[in-house]
């Protein structure tokens, strides 16, 4: 299996930044889309940024403006560089990869699409 380990939250104040990275175990980073979601307490899981194999991207609206998503393949890393934060940005974040097998054309935000999850890394913004 893919295995995909977080790194970069912390706790910031309102209108800090962050920048999230997540290394995968994939020999080929390239052929997958990523993405990260955010999960807070009592809430659904939520997709906040994705990215295809071509390097097209997709945000949620709420975060669009202020995220910022991207990849080095040649380290297998996606980053998310998230700026502008507020309170409400305060969750668990989680990075997450599509399955072997296909070239991935189109970076979805639904958690069904996508087979690999790490741990994640805690973001808290207090105002």
């Known amino acids: 299996q893919v295995q995909l380990m977080e790194s970069g939250g912390g706790s910031v104040q309102a209108g800090g930044s962050l920048k999230l990275s997540c290394t995968s175990s994939?020999?080929?980073?390239?052929?997958?889309?990523l993405a990260w979601f955010r999960q807070g307490p009592g809430r659904e899981r939520e997709g906040v940024a994705a990215?295809?194999?071509?390097?097209?991207?997709n945000y949620a609206d709420s975060v669009k403006g202020r995220f910022t998503i991207s990849k080095d393949n040649a380290k297998n890393t996606v980053y998310l560089q998230v700026n502008s934060l507020k309170p409400e940005d305060t969750a668990m974040y989680y990075c997450?990869?599509?399955?072997?097998?296909?070239?991935?054309?189109?970076?979805?935000?639904?958690?069904?699409?996508?087979?690999?999850w790490g741990q994640g890394t805690q973001v808290t913004v207090s105002s």
């Open positions: 994939t020999s080929s980073q390239r052929t997958h889309c």
């Open positions: 990215i295809a194999s071509d390097g097209t991207t």
């Open positions: 997450a990869i599509t399955g072997v097998g296909r070239t991935c054309m189109v970076a979805e935000l639904s958690p069904d699409e996508y087979n690999y």
